[in-house]
């Protein structure tokens, strides 16, 4: 475990006690809000050797020494060492080398598990009695298995109308699950609750949201460190995330910077925000810190990115990785998630394949340049969402015990043909 000395915010660096978790900095609350991040001693994590990972386990808690909690209190379900498959035919297609983080392999199928094991791990070190989080999606899963397999109760708010396998999920796992009539309820009761029975926080509660709880952020830290590890401590030269709250960008850029600290590796990668409406992409446009609010120009099946206004996390991050910001339209996220399935073998969720969509118009307009190491992250697996795939591929068809006709149907409907 690294000691952590307390909170810091990430735009000032303003100082706060580790208990102040659940807010943001009062100093930037005018001028742009910001949340905080985990501050450690300096010489916190120098007695680290890299050369010692090796013998940790296959978990991302090999890397307990860097983040605030330790192993032996993780709970853990084996998350985390997801593959980092090189993507060979999209990428020679791209003119890059392409490497897909494919966090569908986590314990409940998302990227969230890295936030949720160090958020519900900590929770249970502080003395938290009751988790709570505000979420439709994977985030509530998350720490929905993760609470449970600590034994603590789970509360996850979510507005009526949100539906579909991960509220189904987080049920399963036992969350008791609320939904309000209006989507902004869900953070009234959240804050509401955090301040009159002590609820411990894991999502976002109030507006604007800054991010998630710090100590969950942290979790995504490991994200760099297993990329780094797995390239042979090389860091790649770009690596693009889907963006809501920029937990997962701010986490990643965090932990290569860490790790550039160490002497493991010597750069830190550019950071890419895919995103949906395009806060980040218009706040950098304008300069400043002022976070654009978009308008809500359409729907779009990526509901787990659908944000229209970025956090100061995600422009720090993004700023001083000398990364940018990407947007994709919904056409783009279903030809690349067809075109990931069908071309590598990997099913992902809507959002998840923003992170390819930006990469290819990144490369289109040769920002990205031949021949360059891309990772992008696939955030979570398509069975979390498979409706607006099934609409795509029609009834599945119906043949007779005969083969010739089993054929015919091939040719028709596949345009395939067995001769
Ligand atoms: C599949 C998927 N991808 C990306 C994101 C964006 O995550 P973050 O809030 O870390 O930017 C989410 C989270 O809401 C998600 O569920
Ligand atoms: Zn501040």
Redesign the pocket.
């Known amino acids: 475990m690294a000691q952590a000395a307390g909170l810091a915010c990430v735009r000032c660096g303003a100082a706060y006690p580790l208990t102040r978790y659940a807010f943001d900095c009062d100093r930037c609350r005018a001028e742009s809000p910001s949340n905080l991040t985990v501050r450690y001693a300096p010489d916190a994590c120098s007695a680290i050797r890299r050369e010692a990972l090796a013998a940790g386990p296959r978990t991302l808690w090999r890397y307990a020494g860097l983040l605030p909690v330790e192993a032996r209190d993780a709970v853990s379900l084996g998350e985390g060492m997801t593959p980092l498959v090189l993507a060979e035919r999209l990428g020679n297609n791209l003119g890059m080398r392409l490497f897909i983080k494919d966090e569908s392999r986590n314990p409940t199928w998302?990227?969230?598990d890295r936030l949720a094991t160090v958020v519900v791990s900590a929770a249970r070190q502080i003395g938290a009695r009751v988790i709570a989080s505000s979420s439709s999606?994977?985030?509530g899963a998350a720490v929905a298995a993760y609470a449970a397999r600590a034994r603590l109760p789970c509360i996850v708010f979510t507005y009526q109308g949100a539906a579909g396998p991960m509220v189904t999920q987080m049920r399963a796992y036992g969350a008791m699950v609320l939904a309000t009539r209006e989507k902004a309820d869900r953070w009234t009761l959240l804050e509401k609750g955090v301040r009159r029975f002590g609820w411990f926080p894991t999502s976002p509660f109030f507006a604007p949201a800054v991010g998630?709880n710090p100590l969950g952020v942290e979790g995504?830290k490991t994200l760099a460190y297993e990329v780094a590890e797995q390239l042979n401590w090389q860091a790649p030269d770009w690596c693009v995330?889907?963006?809501?709250?920029?937990?997962?960008?701010y986490g990643m850029w965090k932990g290569f910077e860490e790790l550039r600290r160490l002497g493991w590796i010597d750069r830190v990668p550019r950071l890419v925000a895919a995103e949906i409406y395009g806060s980040l992409g218009a706040t950098l446009a304008a300069g400043g810190d002022a976070l654009v609010d978009m308008p809500k120009s359409h729907d779009t099946l990526a509901t787990?990115?659908s944000a229209t206004r970025g956090t100061y996390q995600?422009l720090h991050a993004i700023r001083e990785s000398n990364g940018t910001a990407v947007l994709v339209s919904d056409d783009d996220l279903l030809a690349w998630q067809a075109r990931l399935a069908a071309g590598e073998g990997m099913y992902a969720?809507p959002?998840?394949v923003a992170a390819l969509a930006a990469v290819s118009r990144l490369r289109a307009g040769n920002v990205i340049e031949p021949g360059q190491s891309v990772v992008a992250l696939m955030?979570?697996g398509g069975l979390?969402d498979v409706a607006r795939t099934a609409r795509g591929q029609g009834e599945v068809p119906v043949v007779p015990a005969d083969l010739d006709a089993a054929v015919d149907a091939l040719r028709a409907v596949y345009g395939f043909s067995p001769e």
Do not use: H, M
């Not at 995330?241 to 960008?249: I, K, M, N, S, T």
């Open positions: 998302s990227f969230k999606g994977n985030a998630s995504y995330l889907p963006v809501c709250y920029g937990d997962a960008l787990s990115i995600a969720e959002s998840s955030t979570a979390k």
